[in-house]
């Protein structure tokens, strides 16, 4: 989930992937919201903290009120209703899905804190929108885009790809859902000393020009090199976020390594044998890129799809621009099911399109994400990844 900006729209209600959980049994969620207000982001007396979640994170969103409460922040609720974010995409008149979200600016300006809690119910709930509308929603976010990436604010995100699990979305990725929901909270509790050790290292390997090539089984071969931008961590504490402008930014389950791609220097076949689009399953995607842009693109179900959300988007969209590292040691696939998540350990994740949250130059109006299990990958010439193994 990490698309646009890869954090605060969420909080302010732009994006609408909120649902309702339904697994057995809720974790403390007492502690999760004190390792969020005072481990990841070290809430201070008086900084406004903007919480934002949909119907069913309400018991989440309540204990992490009253941790800011008690570290003296002043929290700001926020809801998001993914059912009426799709009302308003589809009956709201298309002059004003295309109107600046004033709002969301104002909001970002007077936060010093957002921290968003997400879960996916209906994961093909937008599948049938209109690309047209979808289109001019994205557009209309652009300058909102650009002006919190140049906010200093800090971010946590609980959930990554699918968010916190809830059983209509392991179901969609044929995962058990107590399998999954206990992989996902045994990741989030891994120690941000842990992870940090480990993406600084891996991170000092990501310099300037250094070439980066990526091969699988299934067919990929891909070589790019890596922007004049510094790579940066995801540990799961802003204060080990290192960026020049811009907010600090962690997402949960923690563990990434990751940096911007030279968008001209992208040369070659990229093969993903599944993942999804908007809920929607997609099988054998097959990008091959040339002078640095997605050249051809097939697949075996549901290409068309992809193809009006490129053709609908900006021309940056067919653009590779950011590379991820899973370095997570608890986070991993379930068994036979197809969930892949950037926080995986030796997970190889690349993006096209906006990736202004890595601090890269992109900043497209759209961002596709695309998880490569299986892959080699290697750093000049040195190995990080074999076969989806970290080897580093």
Sequence with gaps: MKPLSKLVLLAVGIVPLVGAPVLAQAPDYDTIADN?????????PGETVVIGGG?????????????VSKAGGQAVLTLNIPEANKRALLETPIEHLKQLPTAGLLLGKITDVFINVL??????????????????FRQAGVPLTR???????????????????????AESVGADPEEIRT?????????????TQKATQVAALMTDGSEIRVTSAAGTDLTFKLDRFPARINAGRTADV??????????????EAYGCAHGAS?????????????????????????????SKMSADSNSEMLEKFFAASSPKLKELSVVSLGLNPHSRTPTGSSYYSWEMSGMVTLGLGNSSWAGCENDSDAALTLHVPGTTLSIGGET?????????
């Design 384 to 392: 990080v990844v074999k076969d989806g193994k970290l080897v580093k």
């Design 119 to 136: 879960s996916v119910e209906d994961p093909d709930l937008f599948a049938d929108v209109p690309e047209e509308r979808l289109a001019a």
């Design 183 to 195: 992989i996902f909270w045994q990741s989030v509790g891994v120690s941000a000393d842990e992870l």
């Design 242 to 255: 290192r960026a020049a402008r811009g907010p600090a930014n962690v997402w949960l389950p923690a563990g």
């Design 266 to 294: 992208v040369s070659g076949t990229l093969v993903v044998p599944k993942t999804t689009f908007r809920g929607v399953k997609v099988e054998n995607l097959e990008l091959t890129f040339k002078k640095g842009r997605v």
């Design 36 to 44: 969020l207000v005072n481990g990841s982001l070290a809430v201070q």
């Design 55 to 67: 119907p069913s994170e309400i018991d989440l969103m309540a204990a992490i009120q009253v941790a």
């Design 147 to 169: 002006a919190f990436n140049n906010m200093r604010f800090r971010s946590a995100t609980l959930g990554q790809t699918g968010g916190i699990p809830t059983v209509a979305y």
